[in-house]
């Protein structure tokens, strides 16, 4: 049985470390994980060219997501509310689109002890700030929740989505963050660098925080947290933990060995660090 992931850029995706890792634990050694470059406009010619019955399914990176629910057979209801699926799988015949990045924010923050926050902030207003929104309801919080961007002009995507969901927002400048930070955590959805121009005033607030990017990693911003004491969860706990969830629903399977796939993800960014 086979298995990818698409995208573009996806050269530098880590799903294949990660889902090859838990085949090997769970000794599916006829199931195989690849990588494929593919944009928009080439996802329904792939999709069509694939085998029937020798494909489980298929992970997606940007900029699939939106594409994958207009060719799927079927939705899952939280993909819908966010507004984008990060998974394909093989259901009848045709393709169930799922979301599986608002499971993988949920659990980072769980089990580092940041899963209950009383009031949060989300830092950019793209599909990633969605996720973000998704899984902040998931966690029960209360209140409502600022999204700060750094074109509010182009929030659209996220307050759309903030609406399915349910989930009131307000949205505001990027550049005025330092009047948003007295909240017990922030969501950092920008990408690799973009946080940090604003450590100095996450490490003086006392917020804890949730920083998506996963390499390189510590980032400066997640560093001055953690200095003052803050606590701190980065991206690769979400990407494990959406991984996990992709391997259960595309073997059918809840035995996933979590540890090991931790254990061969930490070890290849270790190796990308040093080469």
């Given at each position: ?234 991206g690769f706990p ?18 996933v060995p979590v ?17």
């Amino acid at each position: 049985m086979r298995a990818a992931v698409l995208g573009s850029p996806v050269a530098h995706s880590l799903s294949p470390v990660l889902h090859s890792a838990a085949y090997r634990e769970m000794g599916l050694t006829d199931w195989s994980y690849e990588r494929f470059e593919c944009d928009e406009a080439g996802l329904a010619p792939f999709l069509d060219g694939l085998e029937p019955g020798e494909w489980a399914g298929l992970s997606l990176t940007m900029p699939l997501k939106r594409r994958a629910m207009e060719l799927a057979s079927e939705v899952d209801a939280l993909a819908v509310e966010v507004g984008g699926a990060n998974t394909l799988v093989r259901r009848n015949g045709g393709w169930s689109a799922r979301n599986t990045d608002v499971e993988g924010i949920t659990t980072a923050l769980t089990e580092a002890g940041a899963g209950s926050p009383r009031d949060a902030v989300v830092l950019g207003a793209g599909a990633t700030a969605a996720s973000a929104l998704a899984a902040l309801r998931e966690l029960g919080l209360p209140g409502p929740v600022t999204v700060l961007a750094r074109s509010t002009a182009r929030a659209g995507e996220v307050t759309r989505a903030a609406e399915r969901l349910g989930v009131p927002v307000s949205v505001a400048p990027l550049a005025e963050i330092d009047r948003y930070l007295d909240v017990d955590l922030v969501v950092s959805t920008l990408p690799s660098g973009a946080a940090d121009a604003h450590a100095d005033v996450l490490a003086a607030s006392r917020a804890d925080l949730f920083d998506v990017v996963y390499a390189p990693w510590p980032t400066r911003a997640a560093e001055t947290v953690e200095a003052r004491g803050g606590r701190v969860v980065g991206g690769f706990p979400m990407l494990l933990h959406q991984a996990v969830a992709q391997v259960r629903a595309m073997t059918g399977r809840e035995d996933v060995p979590v540890t090991a796939m931790r254990a061969a993800g930490e070890a290849e960014l270790a190796r990308r660090a040093t080469s």
